[in-house]
Structures are given as structure tokens and as C-alpha cells.
């Protein structure tokens, strides 16, 4: 009888179960989150880098060390997804700067082409 799966040491079944799938769990917490800040104006993204903060702070200090497995996996998702969240409201703010400085350059264009017609 040769399994082709092996358990690795120290996990638990719940741990396993989240670690074959954090990946897509921490996108979809970091999206939500995202689309949150993005859509609700009174959502900062201070609560969020708070969060994040928190979340690495949790993750460095007691997640990677504890022995249960589904403790690690949660702390790692946690962490990861606010870090994630932190990326995209701060990708927000330079988009949205972005666009206001490119809308401010276009005027500016506009009245220098208005003021400079001779007609």
C-alpha cells in the first residue's frame, strides 16, 4: 500500500485545509477589502494598515512559533491579506492622485492653447 500522499509532521487536518487553499482565501479577504475602501469613502485606509500592522505583529510574535498548525494558517492569512489590502488602497491613492494631476495638466493645456488664440 504506497500513498503518493504524505502528511507532513505537526499539522492538523483544518491546517492542511488552509494551507492548500490561503492563497485564493488571503485574495479574496484583500479584494473585498479593497473594493470596501475604494467604493466606501467613509472606510480610511488607516483602519486598514492598522490592521495590517496588527496582523504581522500577531503573525510574527505568536503565529510562526505555535504549535497548532491551524493557528499559523490563520495568522499567515490574516497578515497576508491585510498587507494585501494596505497595497491596494495605497495603489488607489496614486491612481486617483494620478488622474488629478493628469486632469490639472489637461486645463492647463486647454487655457494656454485659449489665452495664445489670436483670432
Do not use: K
Not at 469613502?41 to 510562526?64: D, E, F
Not at 499567515?76 to 491579506?81: E, M, P, R, T
Amino acid at each position: 500500500m504506497d500513498s503518493s500522499h504524505a502528511i507532513e509532521h505537526g499539522t492538523s487536518r483544518s491546517g492542511r485545509w488552509l494551507r492548500a487553499r490561503r492563497n485564493r482565501i488571503v485574495l479574496w479577504i484583500a479584494a473585498i477589502e479593497a473594493i470596501a475602501v475604494a467604493v466606501f469613502h467613509s472606510v480610511s485606509w488607516i483602519p486598514v494598515a492598522i490592521l495590517a500592522v496588527a496582523g504581522v505583529a500577531i503573525y510574527w510574535y505568536s503565529g510562526r512559533s505555535n504549535r497548532s498548525d491551524t493557528y499559523h494558517q490563520v495568522t499567515w492569512i490574516f497578515a497576508v491579506s491585510q498587507l494585501l489590502a494596505v497595497l491596494a488602497a495605497i495603489f488607489a491613492v496614486i491612481v486617483f492622485w494620478t488622474a488629478i494631476i493628469f486632469v490639472i495638466i489637461f486645463a492647463l493645456v486647454a487655457l494656454f492653447f485659449v489665452f495664445t488664440d489670436h483670432r
